[in-house]
């Protein structure tokens, strides 16, 4: 027969106390070196935070995104257009989404997108109007270019860690950030965008996957 006998409150917080060292401590530093579990210590003190407050341990900052994260968040919009523009149209010049003429197009430049960082476009062969998004998986989306962009870079840059902490690091909820790598998955533009971009801000002979 097995007794059940719960763990000492006492023995619990002394083994925060090893861990945490002096210093402050994340759950997952307890996860790896702790002889119990967060979740025990959650369940027995009412909470992660409640147990570490019992043991007079401070949580722990967690760590800062990568390099290549910190260098295209820091990235203006207007910047993120501009690569943007130079993948969707590699030849240089603006071709008509639907007869495929590169010319004659014409701007249109009175009209904008709520984003005026893009351009609109006639073409003249046919008469549609167009924008640098149309026909691609960021049009009609509000999401700025430069969000994509940090997107882009974390699923490669910060892809060991929790999906939590790259929707955090860009300011988002979990489910926004999943809807956003869901929506560049597949694309062969966004694809692009990614590999462009990880030539300006990724780490020099540190190649890391691309899932997108
Ligand atoms: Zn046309």
């Known amino acids: 027969m097995r007794i059940y006998h719960p763990i000492p409150n006492e023995d619990l917080l002394a083994d925060l106390r ?18 119990y579990s967060p979740a025990t210590q959650a369940k027995h003190f009412g909470g992660w935070g409640r147990a570490l407050a019992r ?3 401070k949580p722990a900052a967690p760590p800062p995104p990568p390099e290549p994260v910190q260098r295209i ?12 523009r130079t993948i969707r149209w590699p ?15 014409r701007p249109l430049p009175t009209q904008q997108l709520a984003n005026s960082a893009y351009g609109i476009y006639a073409c003249e062969e046919c008469a549609y109007h167009f924008s640098d998004l149309t026909g691609t998986v960021f ?23 929790p999906r939590l902490r790259r929707a955090r690091w860009l300011g988002v909820t979990t489910e926004s950030y999943a809807r956003k790598v ?7 533009l966004a694809h692009a965008l990614g590999e462009a971009a990880w030539a300006m801000v ?11």
């Open 18 to 35: 090893r861990v945490a060292a002096g210093a402050g401590l994340t759950r997952a530093h307890y996860e790896a070196e702790g002889r």
């Open 55 to 57: 043991a007079g341990v």
């Open 73 to 84: 968040l820091r990235w203006s919009e207007g910047e993120s257009v501009r690569l943007f």
């Open 91 to 105: 030849a240089g010049h603006v071709r008509c989404p639907r007869c495929e003429q590169p010319e004659p197009v």
């Open 139 to 161: 049009q009609q989306r509000s999401t700025a270019m430069k969000v994509w962009l940090a997107v882009l870079i974390m699923e490669r840059a910060g892809a060991e860690q």
């Open 182 to 188: 869901m929506i560049l998955q597949g694309s062969q």
């Open 202 to 212: 990724g780490t020099p002979g540190q190649e890391a996957p691309c899932s997108i």
